[in-house]
């Protein structure tokens, strides 16, 4: 467990938080759903996208827009979309995995869901089109790299947010109807709406992050290969 | 213009390296693809992996898997590809953006094109196919979800490296052909591979990253609001 750090609006000490070590602010990142409804000062928000900014997008096309909600409007359609889906999928997961770390990670997000409204700011992750070629045929790895270009920078949102000690936390299921989500935030349809990163102050301490062991997941020349 | 980092295999100066202020990690990273073609050491290449393992997955579904290469063959395979993959999208990239900065880049993919034989580690980062629930209409968030499970591990990957002095890239197109892909690594229909990231120890220095200024993709409230 890692006590939280106090939340700040003195861009110097954000800053300084942001000069945290590489690998503590990977090793302590976790998705922080329960947070305060008090507002986030709008820059260190717009720090954030700065350093989203940073990430690798595919032939550097740099496709992607941030939309940073706040007003209540917009929230209350995501958070109804959410509503929705979780009625789903939420109920689908705790069938389908009974562990005690799901049922945590169930119990946390039913609490997102049930608070949405209150998130202080929404950050929509979302991609332009780029100039896709019309006439080639399309492989697979074409969504691959599309979405290729905006998680990098997310990433980048996230450990940032660990760094300056907000808690964050990534999430799809309010985007689940892009027409209804396109509506709300006004987005030409050439734009697409990819994830929203939930930001605000944490409520309580960081919990702990259960992680496969790398040798399970790592194979050396060929599947299987150790 | 930053000096790179020398060629190391000491994994106490790898720890200290991977102490570098996130800040910087995240301003200073960049694709490095002329690489030298000595071996890096896998402990270094194992620990980059187990940082990616630190990142988010939806619903902590941690379905990735990573096959490290070394090996000619595969890597003659996935050149191949590279090659074929190139000759379309290199060309049109080539009559679509004519700027300097487009040149240059596809000068530098070019390079990599030519010596991907020589890239002395290559790492397939994939996903297995998670329970997806099949009875359900698959929303248009579903592939963002899906890829959105591996990409912030892949940006890990990449920052790890850049603090470490490691040269590293993202690639797709080498694995344009998803059945040859599979084959030559030896992946099961449910691994889909989803990028390569190439490393090896930095040939000259880093050069210089231009950007989209953020007011220009930051949006406030809705698309367009400022």
């Known amino acids: 467990m890692t006590e939280p750090l106090p939340p700040t609006d003195d861009l110097d000490e954000v800053e300084r938080r942001l000069r945290m070590p590489l690998v503590d602010a990977m090793v302590t990142q976790r998705s922080i759903r329960r947070i305060l409804p008090d507002p986030v000062e709008p820059a260190i928000v717009r720090r954030l996208i700065e350093l989203g900014l940073e990430g690798p997008t595919g032939s550097n096309g740099q496709n992607w827009e941030f939309v940073v909600v706040t007003d ?7 958070a109804k979309q959410y509503r ?23 119990k946390s997000v039913k609490w997102q869901v049930d608070h ?29 790299s599309h979405y290729g270009s905006i ?34 935030l ?14 605000g102050w944490p409520i309580g301490k960081y ?20």
């Open 151 to 184: 998680y990098p920078s997310v990433q980048n949102l996230l450990l940032g947010a660990r760094a300056i000690g907000l808690g964050a936390s990534l999430v799809t299921l309010p985007l689940w109807s892009g027409i209804v989500a396109r509506r709300a």
């Open 84 to 106: 929705r889906a979780w009625k789903i999928y939420g109920g689908l997961g705790q069938r389908l995995r009974k562990d005690d770390q799901t049922t945590r990670i169930l």
């Open 72 to 78: 209540p409007g917009p929230k209350a359609v995501l």
């Open 207 to 226: 919990g702990p992050k259960p992680r496969r062991p790398v040798d399970e997941v790592l194979h050396l020349e060929r599947w299987g290969g150790s």
């Open 186 to 199: 006004g987005l030409p349809a050439s734009v697409d709406p990819t994830s929203v990163i939930c930001l």
């Open 116 to 144: 949405f409204e209150e998130v202080p700011v929404m950050v929509v992750a979302c991609l332009k089109n780029g100039p896709r070629p019309p006439v080639l045929p399309v492989p697979a790895i074409a969504d691959s």
